[in-house]
């Protein structure tokens, strides 16, 4: 039933649902898992917090080497 309606409906649903949901709704489903990738990846991804260390490094690499989250990486602060 949820599934059936638009996914613009679905957009609102999750919108409405807030930041807090989005970890839930991405494992729901692959559908849901679509339509709340974007809020999730400009909550999580917009601005990324790294230290000097190799770790760190790596795991910014990986985030903007990612096909669908690298794109939303928008700043980036080392410290």
Known sequence: ????????????????AGPQAFPALRLT??????????PFAILNFSERKHVQSLHSMEALVEITAHAFFGIFVKKVIVS
């Open 29 to 38: 489903n692959k559908h849901l898992r679509a339509i709340a990738n974007k």
């Open 1 to 16: 039933l949820l599934l059936g309606m638009p996914n613009e409906v679905l957009s609102m649903i999750v919108d409405h």
